[in-house]
């Protein structure tokens, strides 16, 4: 069976979305939460007159966010694992029978979430008793050594394969050494796990009385940079503060900020070779961090039995003629020519489409950067991040190139192949800068934008538009008003706080009948406008400019008014006798149309565009188009249609 080569941009677009799939199923990610359980992570904050402040204890905000990040996993990465382990408690257990590691509690095992952990977990949150039994502070605190020991040792065992594992710590103790050795075995314990591949992001939580330094005990610990690359240029991480009375913010609220912002792992696009110079490479990988969310679909349920079980999905392709099975060696690809077909060998195919060389990003220029217009954006942009993988020292020269790119205001142009069998395009190289929020979180890493470049043919000139009509300045001062009354906080727009509606009442319905819980009857639409806040704060003024709108679109109409003559003459004659001139009539017929409908014997272009925007210029006749057009010197050739389509031609050149 032959296919069109001409489809081959197509085939390799599916090509790379099936790699991308298959990449981003393949890839697991294994998240064990490690939570404090010390009398100080249990102690209710302070009472607040803020109505939205949390009263939770920072172990309780600790275990909620990781339950809405088991009920996020349970459903968008289905495959991923998460466990909950608590350590400084006074019971044991590993679930194992495990009594090596005292004073840790394993509370959720490392596995792919069910329906039944989920469950679990909310029970405990909600049942304060059973609670109190499980978060019940040892008198002898475990040291940070056991804790990372402990881990490493349910890393090997639940998820040795992964290839993303890592160790939420959060804590309130900025200096958990209780003798000098500790610190050094704690050094060797997280050496070990980053041997394994395992990564430690910290959560650090400071007191009222005493806020959290890094500099005591987790600096040596947790490593800010790469360790292959130790002098590298990285920003540290911020400090999660506690909420106090008065700030609205929640440390429920700041931790799921915080929490969110590490929970899903960085997957790579591509992992390719920058080229700066001939024979100077670097590495680097791409990432996508803006893109459109979607119903995510990893599996089939069939549900026509007893039980509900996920059904396996198989591929086959058949022959239109005999209906037989086609396997895929028979498969061949051709092209067609003069009503021929020529067929192409696998082989013959792979050397054609990389014909281009290897993948890569090759620098081969700079240019100012107000020289890239606004619409030269035409595909996604990529982010490039910088890789020790291949090259040691890439992050240093990857980041002197940044800096270099923000300082000078240049971007620069590349030759960019992003994979195999991937067509070549010339991209633009764009310096991102580090942006935090108000909380001190990160919101834009430091890196480098790559951003497709449109060739010739992708170019399209836009049409010719109307001339928008000019409102009047005091129609603008109304309007002005009413917008500075509709400014959202701070002027800005946040996306983040308006999440999709469709895909959170697709989400809640999924997980209302994974729990067993009531379905909603609403979904919670956070895009709905607050109709009454945008009265109480803009209706008067948007009355007040509709009315000075009615009265300047009257005064309008009554100024730009075609005066009419009125009808003269007597009835057209009765004719008995077929001598009669019936020329002679329509031309009487005619004249006399013309002198009704105009004041004169020629219409004014501004008189003709009253008539067009009126939507009634296909009611004038014939001859008035033809007086229009002859008096201006165009041609009067051709039915009515196209004397109507030349005078508006006439009228939007002229920008009547």
Known sequence: MAADWQNRNAEEEEDEEEMDDTSYKT????????????????????????KKAERDSATSAALKCAYQLMLQRIISNPKDMMGILLFGTEKTDLKDGDSTFQHCYLLS????????????????????????????????????????????????????????????????????????????????????????GCTIDLFPISRPDQSFDRANFYNDLVYPTSPSDPDAPVTVASTTKVAKSGDGISLLKQLLSSINSKAAPRRALFSLPMELGPGLHISVKGFILIKRQEHVKSCSVWVGGEKPQIATASTSHMADDTARVVEKTDLRKAYKFGGDTITFSPDEITEIRQCFGEPVIRIIGFKPLSSLPLWANIGKATFVYPSEADFIGSTRVFSALQQKLLKSKKMGLAWFVARKNAAPVLAAIIPGEERYDENGEQTAPPGLWLIPLPFADDIRACPEQPKE??????????????????????????PSKYPNPNLQWFYRILQAMALEEEIPEKADDKTIPKYRQVEKRAGPYIVEYGEQFEAEFAKANQSSAIPSRAKTGSKRPKTSGADEDDDEVKSKKRIKKIKVENDSDELTDKQMADINNKGTISKQTVAVFKDFLASRGLSTAGKKADLVERVQDYLVEKGV
């Open 469 to 494: 009509p000019v409102t009047s300045p005091e129609l603008t001062d109304k309007m002005r008003v009413v917008m500075e009354q509709l400014n959202l906080p701070k002027g800005v727009y946040d």
């Open 109 to 196: 095992d490392l596995d792919v979430p069910s329906a039944q952990d989920v469950k679990q977990l909310r029970d405990l949150l909600e049942d304060e008793d059973e609670a109190s039994k499980i978060l019940k502070p040892a008198k002898e605190r475990p040291t940070m050594a056991t804790v990372l020991f402990c881990a490493n040792q349910i890393f090997t065992t639940k998820a040795p394969n992964f290839s993303s594992r890592r160790l939420f710590l959060v804590t309130d103790n900025d200096n958990p050494i209780q003798v000098k050795q500790d610190k050094e075995t704690a050094i060797t314990r997280a050496r070990d796990l980053y041997d394994l």
């Open 27 to 50: 890839i697991k990610d294994a998240v064990l939460f490690a939570i404090d359980v010390s009398s100080s992570m249990l102690a209710q904050p302070l009472p607040s007159d803020d």
